[in-house]
C-alpha cells in the first residue's frame, strides 16, 4: 500500500522552529522527488520545496528560502523539512508529496497533477 505519512508539525511562537518528516512506503522512493505543498487558510496550494531523487538537486520558493531546509534519506524513505524563523504568514497545512516519473518537471514547476502520491497533511501554526 503507498502511503505518505507527515508528522511534526505543531504550534510555536513567532521566530521558533519546527522540523517535519514525510516517511514513505509502498513504491520505490529514491526514484521519485519529493515535494513540500502547503494551503493556508483562503488561499491556494503553493509548492514551497522539492528535492530530486538521487543528485541532491532542491529548490525553495522565495518566500522560504533562507529559512527552510529541505533533505532525504533514502535509506529510511524519508524526507524532512527544517523550517527556522517561522512567521506568522507560514501558517498552513504541510503536504508531502512524491512526483511521478513519467511526467516529472523541473523542480521549481511543482504543478500538483504532475504528483502522484499525496500525504494527508500536517497542521502549522505560527504565533504573533
Known amino acids: 500500500e503507498v502511503q505518505l505519512v507527515e508528522s511534526g508539525g505543531g504550534l510555536v511562537q513567532a521566530g521558533g522552529s519546527l522540523r517535519l518528516s514525510c516517511a514513505a512506503s509502498?513504491?520505490?522512493?529514491?526514484?521519485?522527488?519529493i515535494g513540500w505543498f502547503r494551503r493556508a487558510p483562503g488561499k491556494e496550494r503553493e509548492g514551497v520545496s522539492c528535492?530530486?531523487?538521487?543528485?541532491?538537486?532542491?529548490y525553495y520558493s522565495d518566500s522560504v528560502k533562507g529559512r527552510f531546509t529541505i533533505s532525504r534519506d533514502n535509506a529510511k524513505n524519508t524526507v524532512y523539512l527544517q523550517m527556522n524563523s517561522l512567521k506568522p504568514e507560514d501558517t498552513a497545512v504541510y503536504y508531502c508529496a512524491a512526483e511521478t516519473p513519467a511526467t516529472a518537471q523541473a523542480l521549481g514547476v511543482m504543478l500538483p497533477p504532475t504528483y502522484d502520491y499525496w500525504g494527508q497533511g500536517t497542521q502549522v501554526t505560527v504565533s504573533s
Open positions: 509502498g513504491f520505490t522512493f529514491d526514484d521519485y522527488a
Open positions: 528535492i530530486s531523487s538521487s543528485d541532491g538537486s532542491t
